[in-house]
C-alpha cells in the first residue's frame, strides 16, 4: 500500500518531518510482548533482539505436529522457539539411532518406530507385534561394528517380558 500521499497531507496538517515505517508482524508481537501457548512470555519478546528466520523442517526435527495451528505463533508465523530448541535437538539425535534402522534385540531383529529425545525413550517394533520401550541409556554405538546396539543387561530384562 502506498502511503505517500497520506504523508503529504500529514506533513501539510503538522508542518513536521513525518516518517512512517512498515511494521512486520513478527515486530508487531515482539513490541507488544504477550504469553505464548506454553504460559511463558513470547520468545521474540523477553529472549532475543533479532528475529532468527524459522522453517518447518526445525520443526519436523524436533518430531512436532506439523498441524499450522500448534506450531504457530500469535503473530501467524512458526514459533520462534522453534529456532531456539533446535540446535539442542541436533546434538542429543546423536545419541540415538535413526529412525527406521533395526536393533538386533536378543534373536529378534527390532525396527526404531519412535525417539522422544525429552523423555529418553525409543520405541521399537519386532515380529510377532512385539514392541519394546527402552530407556536411552539401554542403547550405545558400537564404533567396531559401526552400529547401534542393546546393551546385554537390557537384552535380558526385555527377553524375561
Known sequence: ??????????????????????????DESRVLGGLAVCGRDYCCHSMTDTLNPVSIKMAKEQNLSLNSMKISGPCGRLLCCLSYEYDFYNEEKQNYPPRGSRLKVGSDLMKVTEVNILSKQITLSGSEGRVANLPQAALFFNDHANRWEVKREYVTEFLSN
Open 1 to 26: 500500500m502506498d502511503f505517500r500521499e497520506l504523508v503529504k497531507d500529514l506533513v501539510s496538517i503538522f508542518k513536521i518531518r513525518i516518517e512512517l515505517r512498515q511494521v512486520g508482524v513478527r
